[in-house]
């Protein structure tokens, strides 16, 4: 494993899982859905590998005939809000069963609608990678006879650095890391890990809100993203007054710097950038542009392969006690997925819509949105800890966050 995967999958005791789920409305037949999950499973490598490593040893993941077919759970169905039920329940079970891969789905099952969630550890999978396996499984549930194309993984991180790498530069890579992580360590030395009950918020924008701040994005020049931060940030300052930093932490798809790692492979790393809004008078669309500029200049300034290579020489351990015990600096992390390019409609079924993924990390600062649009709606989950952000406060923010979004997104078309 690299850095990046060793951090998300913490240990053999923790579980960090990703659960992604789609409500359908038509016919599941079984003999269909063991078949899409084992071309899946054949298609990708991580999908029929094992972890091993225990100790001092670095863990790593190992290819094995011997793994068995993607586990189908089906549970019958109770209504709309199951889901929300059995993504909770998923968070806490490890992968751990001898020969066992490492995703499973859970079939709610009901008589015209069901949904399938599916579930995998962090450290194989980045939202893009869960949002492809999705595809291609709805794909093949509905056309048993496609195929899918296999590919080779990667074996370590020299398969991605196509990059000549001079020994003055890796000397500086491996300089800079240590000294991170001698940061780290003792940033960490004296703290303290929280424990608590996580939980998950979830809402959705109707279309008309959604299609009213895409339309203002583009007229103002900024971004959805852009928007979604400085609401998401007005709205913590709103509720958590001087105990809200200004800070939201947004994750960066590293296929953009990486092409060696295509569009529909597995993958789960990605670099991270930090983006503030200021506190005080200034308009929402001021804030807006502001941000959407910062984010551009982080991004323009990662690089992607040296950050990959970087990883090599720090600590996970270190890095994983930190995450867990530090004081916190940011307010949110925001995933958007964007506009999922999945098809609504099928032959044998439709898809009503998707739940954006949740995840129950065990950072002291746990915090976490992500959003997708599908059927032209915004879609939103909100996960986090009461032991660092009590439920009634996490209430309140989605309430100022989608309040400011139908304000500004109603001024600003308005004023177009």
């Known amino acids: 494993m690299i850095l990046g995967e060793r951090i998300m999958y913490i240990n053999a005791s923790t579980p960090l899982n990703c659960v992604f789920t789609v409500k359908i409305r038509g016919t599941v037949l079984s003999e269909r859905l063991h078949s899409a999950l084992a071309k899946i499973q054949q298609k990708h490598p991580l ?41 909770k329940a998923e968070w806490g079970k490890l992968f751990c069963e001898i020969n066992m891969p490492l995703a499973r789905i859970v079939w709610l099952q009901g008589p015209e609608v069901s949904e399938l969630m599916l579930v995998c550890p962090h450290c194989i999978c980045d939202g893009k ?36 790498y001079s020994i003055g530069k890796l000397i500086k890579i491996r300089l800079r890391s240590v000294l991170a992580t001698w940061f780290l360590f003792n940033k960490s030395q004296a703290l303290k890990a929280v424990e608590g009950n996580a939980y998950m918020l979830h809402w959705k924008l109707n279309a008309e809100t959604t299609a009213a701040i895409a339309l203002a994005c583009k007229r103002t020049g900024t971004t959805v993203h852009a928007v979604l931060c400085v609401a998401f940030l007005e709205a913590f300052r709103l509720v958590k ?57 982080q991004i323009e300034a990662l690089k992607g392969r040296e950050s990959l290579l970087a990883g090599e ?49 065990p950072w002291k600062n746990p915090t976490t949105a992500v959003v997708h649009t599908f059927r032209g709606r915004m879609d939103f989950t909100f996960c986090s800890n009461d032991a660092f952000l009590e439920q009634v406060e996490a209430l309140a923010i989605q309430e100022n966050m989608v309040g400011l979004l139908l304000k500004e997104a109603e001024t600003a078309y308005a004023a177009i």
């Open 129 to 164: 990678s869960i949002v492809t396996l999705m595809e291609e499984l709805l794909l093949l549930l509905d056309h048993p006879e496609k195929e899918l194309v296999a590919y080779t993984s990667f074996n370590s991180i020299q398969d991605l650095l196509s990059e000549a």
């Open 313 to 361: 020489y720090f600590s996970a351990e270190g890095i994983i006690k930190y995450l867990k015990t530090a004081e916190h600096t940011h307010d949110v992390t925001l995933s958007n997925m964007g506009r999922l390019n999945i098809a609504e409609h099928y032959d044998s079924f439709e898809v009503e819509t998707f739940y954006s993924p949740t995840v129950a990390f």
């Open 47 to 87: 999908l029929h590998s094992a972890i091993k490593g225990s100790g001092k040893r670095i863990p790593h993941f190992v290819s094995s005939p011997d793994i068995g077919g993607i586990p189908v759970r089906v549970v019958e169905r109770k209504g709309d809000n199951h889901w929300k039920e059995e993504s």
């Open 241 to 297: 007054g001087d105990q809200a930093r200004g800070v939201a932490v947004t994750p960066v798809d590293v296929r953009r710097f990486v092409p060696e790692i295509k569009e529909d492979m597995m993958f789960a790393v990605a670099p991270t950038v930090r983006v503030t809004a200021e506190a005080g008078n200034l308009g929402f669309w001021i804030k807006v542009k502001q941000l959407k500029n910062q984010l551009q200049t």
